[in-house]
Nanobody, 127 residues
């Protein structure tokens, strides 16, 4: 069983940066593809970014492409989401997710592709 714990959220002004971390335990996720999703108040949980097991392939939702970077350190069993140029519309609870496939499926943006989820970390961007 995989446990995921997110950290690094907080309050930041528009234009600022945050780096989220997702630490895995229970078993190594070095052969898992990983994803980040977010859920704003009153909205569905939505895809943000995904990464293959090696980090060689990454995928982004259009609105964060160029501002966010997903990366991983398999030696630390940790995945990161570097968020730059933050906007108030980025305000949400951010969730880390794991898929036991090495490469994200063609439907990597669907919540149902991921079998393991963290509890989330709040990101609030003030204008």
């Amino acid at each position: 069983q995989v446990q995921l714990v997110e950290s690094g959220g907080g309050l930041v002004q528009a234009g600022g940066s945050l780096r989220l971390s997702c630490a895995a335990s229970g078993r190594t996720v070095s052969t898992y593809s990983m994803g980040w999703f977010r859920q704003a108040p009153g909205k569905e949980r939505a895809f943000v970014a995904a990464i293959s097991w090696s980090g060689g392939s990454t995928y982004y939702e259009d609105s964060v492409n160029g501002r966010f970077t997903i990366s991983r350190d398999n030696a630390k069993n940790t995945v990161y989401l570097q968020m730059n140029s933050l906007k108030p519309e980025d305000t949400a609870v951010y969730y880390c997710a794991a898929n036991d496939r090495r490469y994200p499926s063609p439907t990597y943006y669907r919540k149902g592709e991921y079998g393991y989820w963290g509890q989330g970390t709040q990101v609030t961007v003030s204008s």
